[in-house]
């Protein structure tokens, strides 16, 4: 196997615990979390362990600036900012959306960590507002470096196939793993671990907000990108990739009872925090598979937390009642 450049800021390994209380309530599968809300790099998630991967490529290209893309909340985008103000990048960042009067959650960290914010109507004219920061950057010799949407390329799903190690090495081998999935790099990253490092179970992507058929093309497109990078394109070609679109209907950040009730569950009965995007949906998701018995009641469910929880604070959300 050959191994890309990393850097090493994320807190990991991220711990694993049981949801006794939880698993008791709903009274299905036995139910753990891994905390990748825990990762560190500006309240965590899975873009840390992304960004290891990514900022070490823009270093290595000699980047001097970075410039991403994503929804006016974006999780991603926030943790991109809070890296370059950490490695001494400039940052600018496309959103999608009317800028708001007053800046909340995500937003007003993007803006503290010093980000330039570019803002576009409507996602139909993001890529190409993107495109023509990338090459207006460009010729100002700002040497610039494109974070793709969701850290999901190739390099960023590297962070995903480590975790998948660490899980291993951790001696924690649940029957299945769930998570939300979007732009796919959790969803690759853990394929290709899971036929790399030899994980037995599961692994079952909740769709935030594409369909079951694109996911799936999708992803296995990137996982196999992902392990040819490492040398390692025959283990991962026969990879089945397991995705879940019931829970996505409502559409991308719509607070629905799903979101609600798994936020409740997990702050009423664990003290852990859910957002209203990601972990929200997938967690409910998660829920109606327990009630439903799709997971067996002995069976152990992983739920690896993907972060997010600063827009549990977003101003919209506050409206419109958690
Ligand atoms: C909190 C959270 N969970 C899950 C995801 C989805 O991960 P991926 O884009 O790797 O599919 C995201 C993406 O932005 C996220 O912010």
Known sequence: ???????????LPTRIEPLPRLSAHLGGAELYIKRDDQTGLAFGGNKTRKL???????????AKTLISAGAGQSNHCRQV???????????TLILTGDEPKRPSANLLLDKLFGAQIIWVADRA???????????????????????????????????YVFGMEELMKQGFHPDWIVFGTSSGGTHAGLTVGKELF?????????SI??????????????????????????????AEILANDAYCQAGYGVLTDLEREAIHLFAKYEGILLDPVYTGRAAGGMIDLIRTRFFKADE???????GGTPSLFADKYSAEGI
Not at 1 to 11: E, Q, S, V
């Open 81 to 91: 900012a809070a890296a370059s103000a950490r490695y001494g990048f400039a940052c």
């Open 198 to 206: 030899t994980y037995k179970g599961q692994v079952l992507g909740i």
């Open 1 to 11: 196997m050959r191994i890309p450049a990393r850097l090493n800021f994320a807190h």
């Open 125 to 159: 004219n993001r890529d190409c507002v993107l495109q023509e920061t990338y090459t207006r950057s460009q010729a100002h010799g700002e040497k610039p470096y494109l974070v793709p949407y969701g850290g999901s390329s190739p390099t960023g799903a590297l962070g």
């Open 52 to 62: 290891e991967f990514l900022v070490a490529e823009a270093q290595a290209q000699g």
């Open 300 to 306: 152990k469910v992983l739920f690896w937390h993907t």
């Open 209 to 238: 907000d594409e369909d079951e058929a694109w996911l799936k093309t999708h992803v296995k497109a990137l996982a196999l990108k992902t392990a040819a990078l490492l040398n390692e394109k025959d283990r991962v070609k026969d």
